[in-house]
Nanobody, 127 residues
């Protein structure tokens, strides 16, 4: 059974930084595409960042480009989202998602591409 678990959220002041972690288990994810999405209060869930499987190519939403970095950990079933220069508008529940294909050179930025989702971790940025 596949499990996706996020951690690392919390309360941070504007301009601060946070690193989110995502651990996927239950099958091989080291070569699968992974992504981060977020949902702010009263808004729909939106794409944040994605990383491809084999080559670790990355892709970002314009709103976070230059401030957020997605990467894989040494334990390849782990993905991180390093967030710096945080703004109040970054406040949201952040979700990690894993693509169903075991091996992929591509990254994906739409929700429908992902089959496996975590429960989310709250990030609150105070002004």
């Amino acid at each position: 059974q596949v499990h996706v678990v996020e951690s690392g959220g919390g309360l941070v002041q504007a301009g601060g930084s946070v690193r989110l972690s995502c651990a996927a288990s239950g099958r091989t994810f080291s070569t699968a595409a992974m992504g981060w999405f977020r949902q702010a209060p009263g808004k729909e869930r939106e794409f944040v960042a994605a990383i491809s499987g084999s080559k670790s190519n990355t892709y970002y939403a314009d709103s976070v480009k230059g401030r957020f970095t997605i990467s894989r950990g040494n334990a390849k079933n782990t993905v991180y989202l390093q967030m710096i220069s945080l703004k109040p508008e970054d406040t949201a529940v952040y979700y990690c998602a894993a693509h169903p294909v075991v091996y992929s050179d591509s990254y994906y930025y739409t929700e429908k591409e992902y089959d496996y989702w975590g429960q989310g971790t709250q990030v609150t940025v105070s002004s």
